[in-house]
């Protein structure tokens, strides 16, 4: 058993005054049968009232509006997570594995996770990838998936700002590198291409001194869940040639990443905007007080400490322009 205590933090800056903020975010870790979200905190500066939903899959997002005027708007999401011990992945399925695969497709709902989606869609560029890969139904769909993870790995090199969140995967299929997002994108279609369902996952991946992971471990990360027979839902993480496990923390399902970005939102006003993204994950194998502050790192003290300050006042706009008229009036 293993318990992760997280902290990200998102920070937008606008190089000009603007009035309005409203904002969707989906840092809140799941809950289900080998991860359970202990606690978890949302605080933003600007200081506002947040609201909480569940979607159709079962994921927690959290909005705000912020209608005042305001120049940088930060979020630290924080949160206990316990993870279960999960049961070893078997080598390969039984000999009729496809026609189990099929008949589990039939009996349940399953299409949004077979068809394309936003950045998950065949192009020439993929259909090229699948028959050099010899992504193909052949042996069984647990073999195949375990060598695609393999060979994704082995095609692609990880190179951070790479890519952008709305890159299409031709980007990074002709480039021959990405982020996590390309490679868990590119694995999601060439599954969909011999109907496999595959899903986007979104969340993180502990880092410890023994593991070498390619991903950078101050960001969040992004790999695919695979239905397969006998076994349902399983991760794999092609960016580092894993099997989803204890130390893959999930936050969100869906189609693509178009479905779980972890802030989406729009603001009122004509500006440049800047993003500042730090993920900060330790872990321990006893649970930590409940009520214990998390430890902020040092280059974070001064955003989360704005974070959590309660908002100034500030006089409306209306009010201003009255006074401003009757200034100029006098």
Same mark, same amino acid.
């Not at 994921?59 to 305001?70: A, G, R, Y």
């Not at 693509?256 to 779980?260: E, K, T």
């Given at each position: 058993m293993n318990f992760y205590s997280i902290r990200h933090l998102t920070r937008f800056r606008y190089s000009r005054p603007i009035s309005e903020s409203i904002m969707e975010t989906r840092m809140h870790p799941r809950s289900d049968a080998h991860q359970h979200c202990l606690t978890f905190s949302l605080s933003v500066s600007p200081r506002c009232r947040v609201f909480s939903y569940r979607d159709h899959l079962g994921?927690?997002?959290?909005?705000? #509006?912020?209608?005042?005027?305001?120049t940088q708007l930060v979020i630290v999401a924080?949160?206990?997570v316990e993870q279960q011990p999960m049961p070893d992945v078997p080598h390969f399925l039984a000999p009729d594995a496809w026609g189990a695969l099929d008949d589990l497709i039939d009996a349940g709902d399953y299409w949004e996770m077979l068809l394309p989606s936003t950045f998950a869609a065949p192009t020439p560029a993929l259909i090229a990838l699948a028959s050099k890969l010899e992504v193909t139904r052949r042996d069984d769909p647990l073999l195949l998936v375990q060598?695609?993870?393999q060979r994704l790995f082995d095609y692609f090199e990880y190179m951070p700002q790479s890519t952008r969140v709305d890159s299409p995967i031709d980007e990074a299929i002709v480039g021959h590198q990405g982020v996590c997002q390309d490679f868990a994108h590119t694995m999601i279609a060439l599954l969909r291409h011999v109907r496999i369902p595959a899903r986007y996952v979104s969340g993180y991946l502990y880092r410890s001194r023994e593991d070498h992971d390619r991903s950078t471990p101050d960001a969040s990360h992004a790999w695919v869940d695979v239905l397969l027979p006998q076994l349902g839902w399983v991760g794999f993480d092609p960016t580092n040639n894993l099997v989803s496990h204890h130390r893959h923390i999930r936050t969100a399902v869906g189609r #693509?990443?178009?479905?779980?970005p972890?802030?989406?939102g729009i603001f009122r006003g004509?500006?440049?905007?800047?993003?500042?993204?730090?993920?900060?994950v330790d872990a321990g194998v006893e649970p930590p007080a409940l009520d214990r502050e998390l430890p902020i790192p040092e #280059?974070?003290?001064?955003?989360?400490?704005?974070?959590q300050q309660p908002?100034?006042?500030h006089m409306p706009v209306v009010d201003l322009q009255q006074m401003q008229q009757q200034q100029q009036s006098q």
């Open positions: 994921n927690n997002i959290q909005h705000f #509006d912020i209608p005042s005027e305001h924080e949160s206990v060598e695609l993870n #693509d990443y178009a479905d779980v972890p802030t989406h004509k500006t440049e905007s800047e993003l500042y993204v730090a993920v900060h #280059d974070w003290s001064v955003l989360v400490e704005r974070a908002p100034e006042y």
